[in-house]
């Protein structure tokens, strides 16, 4: 069975990346206090246990794809997969919530360092990538992406954020990664 991921349209192809517009979404997010290649691993922990049924209601919740970990100076309200983004000392880690829940229909969290959030219809810039979750890798990729979105004129507003859609036993040369830039909004 296929694992559920959010829904878009691209609406710019190139070579080396795609432009893609997002609607409306909800995620579950933790902020985990650890270096960049830890942070994944003990937030996962802590959302996985929520969507495994320790919320109020004791319902379980489908697993979807990616995992986003994003690197920021405050939050960025940006997901895809899983996410992890850097705020201050640590990271925000999401997991995005099955479509067929709303705000009022997804189960409260029992613990508090679960927080759910429902992010609006957006536009990224998106580089994928395979191989390792290391953090040198996310930043070899991270600069090529930077590079290119300068050389193209795009415009971004924001953090990276790190996607990761396959779980950890996929073999590393297998891994479908993603870096998410959001797009400016011509004004």
Known sequence: MATEEPKYTVETKTDNYEIRKYGALLVAETKIDSAFENAGNQAFRILADYIFGNNKSKVTISMTAPVSQQVASEKIALTAPASQVKEGTGFLVQFTMPQ??????????????????????????????????????????????????????????????FARYNPPFMPWFLRRNEILFEVAVEK
Not at 102 to 131: C, F, Q, W
């Open 100 to 161: 067929e829940f709303t705000m009022e229909t997804l189960p409260e969290p029992n613990d508090p360092r679960v927080h759910i959030l429902e992010i609006s219809e957006r536009k990224v810039a998106v580089y994928r990538y395979s191989g390792t979750w290391s953090e040198e890798r996310y930043l070899e990729n991270l600069k090529k992406f930077v590079s290119v979105l300068e050389q193209s004129g795009v415009v971004t507003t924001g953090e990276p954020l």
